[in-house]
């Protein structure tokens, strides 16, 4: 069966560069989430886009925006990157909106130098 | 204090034990309860969803949640060492967002 797809899966910046990390929902899916993840940490939500609006927001960084695509696909953009940006960063996405069956991409994991 | 507290373990078993475990959690708004199991470097899999109180049954993974306590547990049976992984709690509110609070994770290891 079809899973999310992350990518890049490794990213290294350095500090006050910018990345884009892209997430390619399962198909039928029309619901995507951003979550981050913190070493030894468990995953902290960023925010969420259903029928590509922003459905909801968690602890995002004003540095960081988001945007879904009108193929559902997903897009995670980060400015003026710092050390603590160091994470990995998981997408997941959902049938309905509102639904809790959230299945999680492999991950893109940035350094930041 | 995080909403959703879980032991981080590890926790280290032999093959064939039965496994336990268990979150806490303080917001009495989480209507759905989920575990994940998370392998090193990968994503969380989804194993078991619950929406009320009571058990729930699959295969060898049976989640139980008592929302009276603020209480949920994941039991595995014949654990193996492919059972070897961090599993994480997580849980959400009714709403449309419907952004999933994780407890912090608890790795178990299951020795041949």
């Known amino acids: 069966a079809a899973g999310v797809i992350q990518s890049p899966r490794h990213l290294i910046k350095e500090k006050r560069e910018t990345a884009t990390l892209k997430c390619y929902p399962i198909?039928?899916?029309?619901?995507v989430y951003w979550y981050q993840q913190g070493p030894g940490q468990d995953p902290q939500f960023l925010i969420s886009?259903?029928?590509?609006?922003?459905?909801d927001k968690g602890s995002i960084p004003d540095r960081f925006s988001a945007q879904q695509f009108s193929d559902y696909h997903s897009e995670l953009n980060m400015s003026s990157l710092e050390l603590g940006d160091s994470a990995l960063y998981f997408c997941?996405?959902?049938?309905?909106?509102?639904?809790?069956?959230?299945?999680f991409g492999p991950g893109t994991r940035l350094t930041v130098t | 204090q995080k909403e959703v507290e879980q032991d981080p373990g590890p926790l280290s078993v032999p093959e064939g034990a039965i496994v336990s475990l268990n979150c806490t959690y303080s917001n009495s708004a989480f209507q759905y309860f989920m575990w994940y199991r998370q392998y090193s470097r990968k994503g969380p899999e989804l194993l078991m969803y619950t929406y009320s109180s009571g058990n729930k049954e699959d295969g060898r993974f049976t989640a139980q949640v008592d929302k009276s306590s603020k209480y949920i547990s994941l039991f595995i049976r014949d654990s193996q060492p492919s059972d070897s992984a961090t599993y994480l709690c997580?849980?959400?509110?009714?709403?449309?967002?419907?952004?999933?609070?994780f407890g912090g994770g608890t790795r178990l290891m299951v020795k041949p």
């Open positions: 886009f259903y029928e590509k609006m922003q459905s």
């Open positions: 198909p039928r899916h029309d619901t």
């Open positions: 997941a996405s959902s049938a309905l909106a509102g639904s809790y069956e959230q299945y």
């Open positions: 997580a849980m959400s509110f009714n709403n449309a967002g419907n952004m999933l609070t």
